[in-house]
């Protein structure tokens, strides 16, 4: 596992209650120190609404070890990667792990709308290459879009989709385009919720109530943003203003400014609303 932020720790999580062998890594000695934090308050949290055993809570966190990238990704039989929604970053990382995972190991992404043909294209395996898009919170979450890349090999599709599978998860099989399914439909609506605040058509307590109580929403558009990130929303709206061409994805302008600001949603303590911990 690549990357110990929000999403990482919550994969390395389901992959290790679910009894694989895991080994989380990020360049940050902190951030591990955190996503393993985080791990175990999640675990805690099963154990107390009876999901768990104490038992089991143990193992989990018994079968997560923490390691450099590069070793991580040595003896691996599949490496999920979810650091920064980056080009670049991801580029990088993927030249890397190529060098250093065993041939037969399956590279996937958890990118949320960056190109998986892209990034299969900066490593030497692009059959093994395959997008792995788990929802967050990964632990409550059922979906997984698993994204095909050009040359991902119907035998990597599978695979991906049987591992899918036996963590718990329902695989839904998407072509490689900006955004999938999920983010190509979600973004839009965010974008025009956010839309209607900056034009001062309602608060964001009223566009999330009408959202939910009106359509059935579990969640608010804009609670939705701030729980995904304002800084993540934005660059995946980016992703999907240039590589489709479409002005109806131009990103509203109070979120560029909301993240200019560092308001970034629940992960910085404030976006369209205050958290506190």
């Not at 955190?34 to 989990?60: I, M, P, Y």
């Not at 839309?195 to 001062?200: A, D, K, Q, S, T």
Request: glycine share 8%; net charge neutral.
């Amino acid at each position: 596992m690549v990357g110990a932020g929000t999403m990482g720790s919550g994969i390395a999580h389901v992959f290790a209650q679910y009894g694989w062998a895991t080994t989380l890594s990020d360049v940050s000695a902190p951030a591990l120190e955190r996503a393993l934090e985080s791990v175990r308050r999640n675990l805690e949290r099963q154990v107390k609404k009876g999901g768990l055993t104490a038992e089991q809570r143990d193992a989990t966190l018994a079968r997560i070890r923490t390691a450099a990238p590069r070793d991580a990704a040595a003896d691996a039989d599949l490496v999920v990667e979810a650091a920064s929604e980056d080009p670049v970053t991801k580029f990088k990382i993927f030249g890397e792990l190529d060098a250093a995972a065993p041939p037969d190991a399956i590279l996937a992404s958890n990118t949320s709308s960056i190109s998986i043909t892209a990034i299969a294209g900066k490593t030497r395996r692009p059959a093994q290459v395959i997008g792995m898009h788990f929802m967050n919170p990964v632990p409550v979450m059922q979906l997984v879009e698993v994204i095909r890349g050009l040359e991902t090999s119907d035998q990597t599709t599978q695979r991906v989709l049987d591992i899918a599978t036996a963590l718990g998860k329902t695989p839904v099989t998407v072509r490689d385009a900006p955004g999938f399914v999920s983010n190509r439909v979600l973004l839009p609506m965010i974008n025009e919720a956010i839309f209607c605040v900056m034009e001062g058509v309602a608060t964001p307590e009223a566009v999330d109530t009408v959202m939910k109580l009106g359509m059935n929403h579990p969640l608010g558009p804009l609670a939705l943003a701030d729980l995904i990130g304002l800084d993540v929303c934005l660059a995946i709206l980016h992703v999907l203003h240039r590589d489709l061409g479409d002005d109806k994805y131009r990103p509203a302008p109070l979120l560029a400014q909301m993240v200019a600001a560092g308001r970034l949603g629940k992960k910085s303590g404030r976006g369209f609303y205050v958290y506190r911990d």
